[in-house]
């Protein structure tokens, strides 16, 4: 019998580990206030902007406001192309994507649906590991949380699918070792070509930490091995390329750059329409009140705002019914 078929969906650990998880964005919220203050302003929207407004008695509160703010992002259909390409290697020229907008643009939630959703389908498997780099304070918070990752039973059943039997030891063996840079380069080499992409978001706020050897150490690693690692960043600040690409040019490292523009306020009450249609709700709303919220409510191009007003209203109603 083959060694390999002996060992098959045997992993190291007996229970599955949670993988990590990038923290997700507190989305603001405006503090309940009374029922009379709820009547004037709480909301720009009057009672007759509401359709069929005691349906709102039947809803899951909680099921509704987390699909609003998790349902599928609309109108980045271009963006959403390069970054898929870029995932899928097609971009051969570099091993490094770096996006960049204003907050509430959509950047994160859409890589992150890419990576959950879009690339689900296809038959070849991605390694995926994000983190905020607000957690990161030095590179061993980076490789404590990057094996933590990896130390997973279904990544391991993955490993051992993907491995012959000795490659597959060592590399459980590498993953028992204390984390570092120098474990983590001999994970990626016993990879070989297997894509793995690392998403560092906020990483104008690693950079700001003026520790130039945490950061360039992490934003070399691609560079560092042929294999099948790339790296995604993301920032909040437009400007901050300026800044780093210069150096970043300096050591050899080549960047693709997507920028999500903010979106315009015709783009808001779309996106707006389609997330209400998308998880059922649209019904609740006339087109004038979504036409308002987009236009008063929001000058930034940033949506977040919007959402946080619609699930107010919607919670509003369903305590004054």
Known sequence: MNQKNKRKNKSPLKNKTKSY????YNIYRTKSKSKEANT???SPISKTDLKSKNNFEILDLKDITEKLGNSKIFCRDEEKKEIIDFIKLKEKNSKTLFVSGQPGTGK????VEILNNDLSENKEYF????INCLSINSTDDFYDAVFKYLN???????FNEILEEKKYNYLIKLLKEKP??????KILNTLGKTPFIILLDEIDFLYKRKDDFLFFSLLTIPYLTNTGVKMILISNNADFDNEIF??????????????FKPYTHKQLASIM??????????????????????AKMNKSGDIRPIISIIKEIILNNKTKI
């Open 21 to 24: 998880q990038k923290k997700s």
């Open 108 to 111: 994160t939630s859409l890589i």
């Open 127 to 130: 390694l995926k590991f994000s």
């Open 273 to 294: 329409t389609l997330k209400l249609e998308s998880i059922g709700l649209l019904k609740y709303f006339s087109n004038d009140a979504i036409k308002f919220l987009s």
């Open 152 to 158: 997973d039973a279904t990544i391991y059943n993955y």
């Open 180 to 185: 570092s840079q120098n474990s983590f380069l």
């Open 40 to 42: 004037e302003s709480s």
């Open 246 to 259: 210069p150096k970043l040019k300096n050591r050899n490292i080549t960047i693709k750059k997507i920028i």
